[in-house]
């Protein structure tokens, strides 16, 4: 792909996701940026990505014996980074705070250059401590370093950027910097900003308000955020209080969504804001050789025995369950997968909306879920959501299990193994929705609303099941309700009969399931179309 002489892009992202070990992330927006940057490397595509070094990371989210989470945080060393020798400073707070540049491609991945806060020149070593932990100031700080640091992390590496692609809008205050140079060299405060708008792209990520960070600009100057630029000029890019996700679409010259009716949640959304970018769609994609199990990809593409390698899988994930829990689940059951943050519009507890209706299922076995998710550490909802998974667990001890501190082990082993993956947002609040891509292509059933990806790969009772209509109302308990008959319907009465008196139909579902989501939800698509709609001019 480098061949073609494509763009060089720097690919800014506060989270990866590369490995299980490696505590860079915190959830689905690190897990794209990681299946992002491995896409980029298996196809020589010009792209650097930039993030930050945590020290800690994000929490480690166990269960305590009172059945409720609790965190924990752990200081981590990786022998595998290489010192750049590359120093560069972000005044932050009047204070010239020393970041170090580390470079890895340890996971099969394009070089990844992670600015450090943690060196003796710095009192304020903790700044790169805990992925979106602490308060507001320090959230400033990172986003300062991940975004100023960034692009003086560039020039100081001596890499040449044709385009800015800032992944959610935790990299804006990069702008800042991209203008300040502009100024420095003569050029006006307008003439800088229409000149960076030309080199800047946007991915747009939740639809929900409280996932698009807003900062006072009191505490932005405080903190030094203006860079240069006066109130007047930050106000006028990302308003009062200056929201970040405003400034990335005012500063881009296109956005995008990360599926189709993701892109139109979000010019809906976003629709008064002066002066933003168009939002169109580029639907996410995950990295197969990360995520699909090679033994179905074999059975699938050499006609072999999907259900004897499907049930192998499940093995494996019973085991693995029966380790981290103690529970064994039945093998002959049907089991159903079920693991994402624990944020209330994803509804993680729906299925148990109706005891009456489900409880004969789960008492006797016929169903068995298996969950896993965190809460942000300061989400107390989030984390009541947990506890009550958890209460489920201890109420049907043979059929319900909740896996504590969900990790990329845990997506790999569930969406691998399960039978079902269950999947029921309050729609149109799922942005995308990848690890219903990862079981797809292993073979496990979709059972979804129509929300985030699912509209566009859901050919229902052929490749999965739909979960109702696209209905939605600002209504929540009714549609709450609405969904929750849905669900039970589908469930009960087309999933349920079809695993246990179709077995042959259900061997077709997989492999439909496969055949029409194995390219078309592959990194390889994905990163063509950035390059072919937004990259290139």
């Known amino acids: 792909m480098n061949e073609k002489k494509l763009p060089v892009v720097a690919y800014f992202c506060m989270e990866y996701g590369l490995h299980s070990d490696f505590k860079l992330y915190a959830g689905g927006l690190g897990i794209l940026a990681g299946d992002y940057i491995k896409g980029a490397k298996d ?42 020798g590359v120093k560069v400073t972000v005044n932050i707070r009047k204070i010239d705070v020393v970041c170090k540049v580390w470079k890895t491609d340890h996971f099969g991945n394009n070089p990844l250059y992670l600015l450090d806060t943690d060196v ?16 507001d100031e320090e959230r400033i700080a990172q986003e300062m370093v991940l975004g100023i640091g960034g692009v003086k992390a560039l020039r100081a590496l001596g890499i040449a950027v044709d385009v800015y692609h800032f992944n959610e809008g935790h990299a804006a205050l990069a702008t800042t910097e991209l203008i300040r140079e502009k100024m420095s060299g003569g050029h006006t405060f307008e003439e800088a900003w229409r000149a960076t708008r030309e080199e800047v792209v946007f991915t747009t990520h939740t639809p929900i308000k409280e996932g698009n960070e807003a900062h006072p600009l009191d505490r932005l100057e405080y903190m030094c955020g203006f860079n240069g630029l006066t109130r007047d000029q930050m106000e006028r890019i990302g308003g009062e209080p200056f929201n970040m996700t405003v400034a990335g679409l005012r500063l881009a010259r296109i956005s995008n969504g990360v599926a189709e009716l993701h892109a139109a949640t979000a010019n809906k959304m976003w629709k008064t804001v002066a002066g933003r970018s168009e939002i169109i769609p580029i639907t ?45 689940l039945n093998p002959d059951k049907l089991l159903i ?3 994402r943050r624990a944020a209330p519009y994803k509804r993680s507890d729906l299925i148990f909306s109706k005891p009456k209706l489900i409880e004969p299922y789960l008492e006797s076995g016929r169903i068995q879920i298996a969950f896993s998710g965190k809460a942000h550490p300061l989400d107390d909802v989030g984390k009541q959501i947990i506890s009550n998974l958890v209460g489920m667990m201890k109420k049907y ?74 209905f939605e109302t600002g209504d929540l308990d009714f549609q709450n309700q609405h969904d929750s008959d849905a669900l039970y319907d589908t469930l009960l009465n087309r999933v349920v009969p079809t695993f246990y008196e179709n ?35």
């Open 43 to 84: 196809i020589d595509a010009p792209l650097i990505p930039i993030g930050l070094k945590w020290k800690q990371g994000y929490t480690d989210q166990k269960i305590g014996g009172d059945g409720k989470p609790y965190d924990a945080y752990h200081n981590y060393v990786y022998d595998f980074l290489e010192d750049t």
């Open 120 to 135: 003796p020149e710095n009192k304020d070593a903790w700044i790169t401590g805990q992925l979106y932990g602490w308060f």
């Open 284 to 328: 996410n994609a995950i990295h197969t050789p990360t995520w699909v199990d090679e033994r179905i990809t074999k059975a699938y593409k050499t006609g072999g025995d999907l259900w004897a390698v499907h049930q192998e899988l499940k093995g494996e994930l019973i085991e693995f369950i029966a380790e981290r829990s103690g529970i064994t």
């Open 337 to 339: 997968g079920f693991s």
């Open 397 to 470: 001890p043979k059929s319900v299990v909740f896996l504590e501190n969900y990790d990329m082990t845990i997506g790999a082993k569930l969406t691998r193994g399960s039978d079902i993956w269950l999947n029921n947002p309050r729609r149109p609040l799922e942005a995308s929705g990848t690890s219903g891509m990862k079981a797809a292509m292993n073979g496990v059933l979709n059972c979804s609303i129509l929300d985030g990806w699912w509209p566009e790969a859901c050919i229902d009772g052929e490749n999965g099941w739909k979960i109702g209509d696209t």
């Open 503 to 537: 077995r042959s139909k259900w061997v077709q579902m997989m492999k439909k399931s496969i055949e029409t989501t194995i390219t078309t939800f592959a990194t390889k698509r994905m990163l063509e179309e950035y390059y072919n709609k937004m990259y290139i001019k």
